[in-house]
Each structure stands twice: as structure tokens, then as C-alpha cells.
């Protein structure tokens, strides 16, 4: 296997992230990074996305995926510091539920939601493995800026549809694969990563670790079909309202202007 750096742009939004290297793909391996990354520094580098928010320049207010929750079971996957769960809790969703791999991150979620006044159920796991989540049991299933982590796409798609009931839903954003291979240079784009290389990779980021592979679109598409959902909606298109109200000058801001920096797929469990 190559073990050639490669180029690499931030999993969340702007910037740069280093050089990577390539590594073998050991999920055992790459859930003890990752959770230790997500323990220790992932909030502090990458930031967080969370609702109403799907990434950068892509918003629930705009987008309206879920319409109204109320009375609605929902599973988040990959819930960080809690505040997506504390946006459908405050939207009447019945029961809150979350997986997450880092004990830190639910930590940081419990006492988010307890200061809100809000509950929810909370499991520390992958989540590509069998973790006692109910089966047939819920209306949603979301995940914000997380599902890129697994280290299995079918296989916690297929996950993801039994927890669902039939007609269920499941929502999730994560970085444009374009976006993941175009840089903003001398007030041009260029590429600097092939768009095929699903290769994974490791990339040191202040004293940390983290290790992802960037998918190609078809990539999900295909699993969703495999795991039985239908493609209801899919944005892929920046905000223009939003860019021109934070009147960010930024290279990113100008990147996400000519391209897709994040994508959203709503699919509902046939």
C-alpha cells in the first residue's frame, strides 16, 4: 500500500489539516484513535456542527428534512457535545436517544441536556457495532457531520435501518467529497487530491490523532440502496442567504461559493 503523504483539507470546514498518510484499515485500531482523539481534542481542532446546522452554509430552517418531530422517537448518531439532541428536544421530539464513541463527548452531552431541562438516553459505542439499540422503534434516525467516521458504511447503514420503523427516516450531512479534494490557491481552485482515493489515512493534529477516509458520493448512495432506503432529498448547495449574512471573506467561504463543501441525504426505510 502507498504510504505516500497526501494532501488533506479539514473534515468540518476550512483550512487545512497537514499532510496524511495513508494506513491499513484496522477498525479495532481506528476506534481507539478516534475515541482518544474525540476524548481529548476534537472539539478544541475541528470545532462542532450541530442542528439547526448541517455543516457549513446548509441549514435545517432553510432545508426543512425533518418538518415537525413532535411526538417522534429519534436516534442521533455521533451526538458530541449535545446540542443537536437539545434542537429536536426543544422541538417536542418524545424520546432522545444517542450513540457516540467517546465517553468524553456524552459526558459533555449529559450536562448540556441537564442544563436544558431535556433527557435523553445515551450508549458508548461504535457505531458499526450491535449495541442494544431497539429495533423497529424509531421515526428518525439523524447524524450531523458524524456517519464519515464509521469504519463500515453498509454495515451501520444496515444498522441504522433496523433500528428505524417502517417508513423511517434517516437524515445525515457530512463533507462534500469534492470539497475534501479542491483547495482555494492564488484566488483559484485547484485539486489536489484524486476524487477516487477512498484509501484511509491518519493525520496529526495538536499532539492528536485522527484517522478517516474520504468516500466518493456513489459511495453512500449504493449503501443506502443495499440497506433498503429510498433517496427522498439530497442538498449539496451552499446557502447564499447565509454566506452573504456572515459576510465571510474567507477562502473557504469563496471555495464554497463555486462548490459543494457539504452534503445532506434525507432516505426513508422502504
Same mark, same amino acid.
Given at each position: 500500500?502507498?504510504?505516500?503523504?497526501?494532501?488533506?483539507?479539514?473534515?468540518?470546514?476550512?483550512?487545512?489539516?497537514?499532510?496524511?498518510?495513508?494506513?491499513?484499515?484496522?477498525?479495532?485500531?481506528?476506534?481507539?484513535?478516534?475515541?482518544?482523539?474525540?476524548?481529548?481534542?476534537?472539539?478544541?481542532?475541528?470545532?462542532?456542527?450541530?442542528?439547526?446546522?448541517?455543516?457549513?452554509?446548509?441549514?435545517?430552517? +432553510?432545508?426543512?428534512? %425533518?418538518?415537525?418531530?413532535?411526538?417522534?422517537?429519534? $436516534?442521533?448518531? =455521533?451526538?458530541? #457535545?449535545?446540542?443537536?439532541?437539545?434542537?429536536?428536544?426543544?422541538?417536542?421530539?418524545?424520546?432522545?436517544?444517542?450513540?457516540?464513541?467517546?465517553?468524553?463527548?456524552?459526558?459533555?452531552?449529559?450536562?448540556?441536556?441537564?442544563?436544558?431541562?431535556?433527557?435523553?438516553?445515551?450508549?458508548?459505542?461504535?457505531?458499526?457495532?450491535?449495541?442494544?439499540?431497539?429495533?423497529?422503534?424509531?421515526?428518525?434516525?439523524?447524524?450531523?457531520?458524524?456517519?464519515?467516521?464509521?469504519?463500515?458504511?453498509?454495515?451501520?447503514?444496515?444498522?441504522?435501518?433496523?433500528?428505524?420503523?417502517?417508513?423511517?427516516?434517516?437524515?445525515?450531512?457530512?463533507?462534500?467529497?469534492?470539497?475534501?479534494?479542491?483547495?482555494?490557491?492564488?484566488?483559484?481552485?485547484?485539486? +489536489?487530491?484524486?476524487? %477516487?482515493?477512498?484509501?484511509?489515512?491518519?493525520?496529526? $493534529?495538536?499532539? =492528536?490523532?485522527? #484517522?478517516?477516509?474520504?468516500?466518493?458520493?456513489?459511495?453512500?448512495?449504493?449503501?443506502?440502496?443495499?440497506?433498503?432506503?429510498?433517496?427522498?432529498?439530497?442538498?449539496?448547495?451552499?446557502?447564499?442567504?447565509?454566506?452573504?449574512?456572515?459576510?465571510?471573506?474567507?477562502?473557504?467561504?469563496?471555495?464554497?461559493?463555486?462548490?459543494?463543501?457539504?452534503?445532506?441525504?434525507?432516505?426513508?426505510?422502504?
Amino acid at each position: 500500500m502507498n504510504k505516500n503523504s497526501v494532501y488533506r483539507t479539514n473534515v468540518i470546514g476550512a483550512g487545512e489539516v497537514g499532510r496524511a498518510i495513508t494506513v491499513d484499515m484496522d477498525k479495532n485500531s481506528i476506534h481507539k484513535t478516534n475515541s482518544i482523539f474525540w476524548d481529548t481534542k476534537g472539539n478544541d481542532i475541528l470545532g462542532a456542527t450541530s442542528l439547526p446546522f448541517y455543516g457549513a452554509f446548509v441549514s435545517e430552517e +432553510k432545508c426543512q428534512l %425533518f418538518g415537525d418531530v413532535s411526538g417522534k422517537k429519534m $436516534l442521533e448518531i =455521533g451526538c458530541g #457535545t449535545g446540542h443537536s439532541l437539545q434542537y429536536q428536544g426543544e422541538r417536542k421530539a418524545s424520546e432522545l436517544w444517542a450513540v457516540d464513541i467517546s465517553e468524553k463527548q456524552i459526558e459533555k452531552a449529559k450536562q448540556h441536556l441537564t442544563a436544558c431541562g431535556l433527557t435523553a438516553r445515551f450508549i458508548c459505542s461504535p457505531m458499526e457495532e450491535e449495541c442494544g439499540i431497539p429495533l423497529d422503534y424509531f421515526d428518525f434516525v439523524y447524524s450531523i457531520y458524524a456517519i464519515g467516521w464509521t469504519t463500515d458504511l453498509e454495515g451501520t447503514f444496515c444498522r441504522i435501518a433496523s433500528y428505524l420503523k417502517k417508513d423511517g427516516v434517516f437524515i445525515f450531512s457530512w463533507s462534500h467529497p469534492i470539497h475534501k479534494c479542491v483547495v482555494a490557491e492564488n484566488n483559484m481552485l485547484a485539486f +489536489k487530491k484524486c476524487y %477516487f482515493d477512498e484509501s484511509w489515512y491518519s493525520v496529526s $493534529l495538536d499532539e =492528536g490523532t485522527l #484517522t478517516l477516509s474520504d468516500r466518493k458520493l456513489s459511495t453512500y448512495v449504493n449503501a443506502l440502496s443495499k440497506a433498503g432506503f429510498v433517496i427522498e432529498q439530497m442538498v449539496e448547495q451552499s446557502d447564499d442567504e447565509m454566506m452573504q449574512a456572515r459576510d465571510d471573506t474567507s477562502d473557504f467561504a469563496k471555495k464554497a461559493k463555486m462548490l459543494p463543501v457539504t452534503f445532506v441525504i434525507k432516505a426513508r426505510k422502504l
